[in-house]
């Protein structure tokens, strides 16, 4: 957690926080975090505590709009801490596809030439992760169910067509809908980081 919000000076240089302010903060998470009779239960309790008391206090000091950048990286570090987040996915979602694809023949109605060249390429990239194999010829035959994520005003809300909306983890989720509909990416992670670590 602490070389998190360390890494919050490549953001903005004025984003500095100090290895002592940080030892002070959890030192105070230890004092005030509420006490449990077992071992499991009181690093459980710490850990909420001194998870919720580092996010408040760094928040105050975050322009608006890095907020809930910060709530993001804040949540895929405590899942990579407990090995639940893929790096493969997570290097895919920040940087998307790469290389050379050929594209299919546009079959949808809905989507021009130009960004059906685009959705492929992620789509295609994509299905090369494990949990995500198959996806591109899935959108392909049923491209009119994606539709509906598509056109939908709260496409991050909408569930996705059967398998993949039992198959798929959140995070993977935001991953098709980043492929789909991008703008609507900041309200999906909300979503992520409330379902992860709380709201």
């Known amino acids: ?10 953001i903005d240089p004025m984003y500095q926080y100090s290895l002592q302010w940080f030892a002070t903060l959890f030192g105070s998470s230890v004092d005030n975090s509420p006490k449990a009779p077992d071992a499991p239960g009181r690093i459980k309790a710490l850990n909420d505590h ?6 408040d206090n760094v928040c105050r000091s975050l322009f608006e709009k890095h907020k809930l950048l910060f709530s993001l990286i804040l949540a895929v570090q ?12 997570w290097r895919f979602f920040l940087a998307g596809p790469s290389g050379a694809i050929d594209v299919p023949k546009n079959p949808t109605d809905w989507l021009g030439d130009l960004e059906w060249a685009e959705t492929y390429k992620q789509l295609y990239c994509m299905s090369q992760l494990d949990a995500l194999k198959g996806f591109d010829r899935s959108f392909m ?3 009119k169910e994606y539709q509906k994520i598509f056109d939908s005003e709260e496409p991050h809300n ?11 983890e959140y995070f993977q989720k935001m991953i098709v809908l980043k492929s789909i509909r991008p703008d609507k990416i900041p309200l999906a992670v909300q979503n992520f980081v409330t379902e992860k670590i709380g709201s």
């Not at 569930?159 to 909306?165: I, R």
């Open 1 to 10: 957690m602490f070389f998190t919000i360390i890494d919050l000076a490549v």
């Open 50 to 55: 001194f998870t919720l008391s580092l996010y």
């Open 78 to 89: 405590i899942l990579f801490g407990d090995k639940l987040m893929d790096p493969l996915e």
């Open 158 to 168: 909408v569930d996705l067509p059967a398998p993949w909306n039992e198959k798929l």
């Open 141 to 143: 035959e049923n491209n």
